[in-house]
């Protein structure tokens, strides 16, 4: 996403009856998505069925780790969660971009669905909206100043493969449940702390790989992502990752409470772009 080329054209336009229009515009739109949102949490039922380590007996010692550390025995195994973060989103060019304050919500039932509910301010500038991926569709929709559109993506076959690989990277770091073999998650041990993950069930594949401590914190997150964000604009998968830090624990889930990631990961061009702390989860 890169909006700061079009706030100056966009502040011009905030005038008289135009704003007015605007505004309204804007307030259906979030109505819209925040009854989305109320819904992808309120399809999940509540899971009967709880947490056994004998669940992942037959797993690589690394998937083993991974959920020995982030899982609590007896712990229900939760398909869906609420995530509330706060932060700093950098938006623009590497060489030329504007730090905005970040506080975050965000409705998430990995791999196939997730609505992120932003505000982002710097300054007087206030831009908010959503990213969506939901029943098989994406949008990626901004407005600043609850007035002016600034970003208006609307579902596309490119648009939904990207936002089907940050849903499952997600999953992996705040909803550990959803990397359970028998949600499809396939792993693979490539190293005495790496893992890939699969999910066969997307066209091609959806593959990432996790780093994890010796307790089995995940330390580190990378995957070919489908993406435009390169100077062509053009989609292509390039490296997506980053890193985390610090825990805690909810409901039985530990999970990542600080995390840098971005576009371009291990490359020169890499911008932590997305810097976050996770302040509150709830998992049903």
């Known amino acids: 996403m890169n909006v700061l080329a ?3 054209g966009g502040l011009l336009a905030i005038v008289g009856a135009g704003g007015l229009i605007g505004y309204g515009a804007y ?4 109505a819209a998505v925040e009854k989305a949102y109320a819904k992808v949490l309120a399809d999940r039922a509540p899971s009967n069925r709880r947490f056994d380590p004998d669940q992942v007996a ?9 959920f020995r550390h982030a899982v609590a025995p007896g712990t229900p195994l939760y398909s869906s969660a609420e995530i509330e973060m706060e932060g700093a989103f950098l938006l623009g060019e590497k060489e030329k971009l504007q730090t905005y304050e970040m506080w975050a919500r965000e409705a998430l039932h990995p791999p ?3 609505i992120w509910l932003p505000k ?18 994406a949008w990626t929709r901004f407005w600043l100043l609850g007035l002016v559109p600034v970003t208006n993506a609307r579902t596309s076959p490119d648009l939904v493969r990207s936002a089907q690989f940050r849903a499952a990277v997600e999953g992996a770091l705040w909803l550990p449940t959803s990397l359970l073999p028998q949600n499809g998650a396939e792993w693979k041990q490539t190293g005495a702390d790496q893992a890939d993950v699969t999910f066969r069930r997307f066209t091609p594949p959806i593959v990432f790989r996790l780093t994890l401590d010796r ?9 070919q992502r489908w993406s435009n964000v390169n100077r062509a604009r053009r989609y292509q998968l390039q490296p997506f990752g980053g ?3 610090s825990e805690a624990t909810f409901q039985g889930l530990t ?10 990961y291990g490359t020169k061009a890499y911008l932590p772009f997305f810097q976050a702390r996770i302040t509150g989860a709830k998992y049903r």
Request: hydrophobic content about 40%; proline content about 3%; aromatic content about 2%.
């Open 27 to 30: 307030r259906r739109d979030i």
């Open 215 to 223: 307790e089995g914190a995940v330390r580190e997150v990378v995957g």
């Open 255 to 264: 999970i990542p409470t600080a995390i840098a990631v971005g576009n371009h």
């Open 120 to 137: 982002m301010r710097s300054g007087a500038m206030t831009i908010v909206g959503s990213d969506a991926l939901v029943r098989g569709g």
């Open 243 to 245: 890193t985390m830090s």
């Open 6 to 8: 079009t706030l100056g």
């Open 112 to 114: 196939d669905e997730l």
């Open 58 to 66: 037959q797993m690589p010692e690394i998937g083993r780790r991974y």
